[in-house]
Nanobody, 118 residues
């Protein structure tokens, strides 16, 4: 079993940058596809980005392409999301997840709040 803990969320101005971090406090992440998801108030949770087990292939939702970068360090059991040029519509709780394949995420973190506002 994998336990995931996110950090790095905070209040940031439009155009700013943040890096989210997700660490596996128990278990190893190298056996799993991992991803970042987000949920804004009143909206359904949506995938932001996913990365394969070795970190060589990634997927991004259209609205974050060119602004966000997902990466992982399996030696540290850590997943990252670098977010640049943040927009108010990026405001949400961001969740880290892991699973055997991109459609199947079995393990979830508790979430970290990102607020983009002036």
């Amino acid at each position: 079993q994998v336990q995931l803990v996110e950090s790095g969320g905070t209040l940031v101005q439009p155009g700013g940058s943040l890096r989210l971090t997700c660490v596996a406090s128990r278990g190893t992440t190298s056996n799993y596809v991992m991803g970042w998801f987000r949920q804004a108030p009143g909206k359904e949770r949506e995938v932001v980005a996913q990365i394969n087990k070795r970190g060589r292939d990634s997927y991004y939702r259209d609205s974050v392409k060119g602004r966000f970068t997902i990466s992982r360090d399996n030696a540290k059991n850590t997943l990252y999301l670098q977010m640049n040029n943040l927009k108010p519509e990026d405001t949400a709780v961001y969740y880290c997840a892991a699973g055997p394949s991109m459609p199947i995420m079995n393990y979830w973190g508790q979430g970290t709040q990102v607020t983009v506002s002036s």
